[in-house]
């Protein structure tokens, strides 16, 4: 059966979306590769960010999700930096929020419940 492997988004500006997920979400950047390519430790899966050129051709729309241990914490450090959150729910298996980042991407925060 195929596995994961990871997960990567478009972005026209690199810098910023590099800065984005770095420093307001706190993963670490494994490596970069100038404009082109930015490769982040999922926890498992590898994360990435893509120039427009180095996508998929026609590739389009995906959510990641990241599992965090403390949702309520990663929510107030989100809003005190102004990222505005989309949508915030509770299911039987854990509670989940919802964001953009600075391309409009939909970014999805997960806590298991227990």
């Known amino acids: 059966m195929p596995r994961l492997q990871g997960a990567y988004y478009l972005t026209g500006d690199m810098d910023r979306a590099v800065a984005f997920y770095r420093d307001t979400l706190g993963l670490a950047l494994k490596f970069q590769d100038g404009l082109e390519w930015a490769q982040f430790d999922g926890g498992g899966a590898s994360f990435a960010l893509a120039s427009p050129a180095e996508g998929a051709s026609g ?33 039987s298996h854990g509670r989940s929020l919802a964001f953009k980042d600075p391309d409009g991407n939909l970014v999805q925060l997960f806590q298991r419940a227990g």
């Open 59 to 91: 590739a389009v729309g995906a959510t990641v999700i990241f599992e965090v241990d403390d949702l309520d914490a990663r929510r107030a450090a989100l809003e005190r930096v102004g990222v505005e959150i989309v949508e915030s729910r509770e299911v």
